[in-house]
């Protein structure tokens, strides 16, 4: 059994295997892309209550919520980096899908994990399955 720690990883969409990706056109947009392994798609995951920080290694950015109103349980809202660390609860999932207790170590020694803002139903997701899709907090 794994549950994520204080360190540095890569995002990888399950569905899609599309990279989370600190935009280079504006260093603020996240989006889709293929994977590379550069310092844009490097997150460094930080211990925040009982959830974590998530930071941009190429920016120092953390990942937020774009605007007041996403903010709210409900409605999608697009998700950015800015200067104010936000807390997200990393809720462990079994083959990117279900919740398994204590997390669940898979033959790619991969964890998988929804990311989300505390007492919300939605996740991170791209609102596509090609580079350059932008990232947005959707329902679950």
Same mark, same amino acid.
């Given at each position: ?5 204080? %360190?540095?990883?890569? @995002? ?6 599309? +990279? ?10 996240? *989006?889709?892309?293929?994977?590379? %392994?550069?310092? $844009? ?15 941009? +290694? ?45 997390? @669940? ?9 929804? *990311? ?6 939605? @996740?991170?997701?791209?609102?596509? $399955?090609? @580079? ?9």
């Amino acid at each position: 059994m794994r549950k994520i720690e204080h %360190g540095r990883y890569i @995002a990888t969409d399950v569905r899609w295997g599309m +990279v989370l990706d600190l935009s280079g056109a504006d260093n603020r947009s996240l *989006i889709a892309y293929g994977f590379h %392994g550069s310092e $844009n798609q490097q997150w460094d995951f930080s211990p925040c209550g009982a959830g974590f920080v998530i930071s941009s +290694v190429k920016s120092g950015a953390f990942l937020a919520v774009r605007d007041l109103k996403g903010l709210h349980l409900e409605g999608a809202a697009e998700v950015v980096t800015g200067t104010f660390p936000t807390c997200w609860e990393l809720e462990i999932m079994d083959n990117g899908n279900r919740n398994a207790e204590g997390g @669940a170590e898979h033959e790619d020694g991969d964890v998988y994990v929804r *990311i989300r803002l505390p007492h919300s139903e939605m @996740a991170l997701s791209f609102k596509g $399955n090609y @580079a350059g899709a932008r990232v947005s907090r959707m329902n679950c």
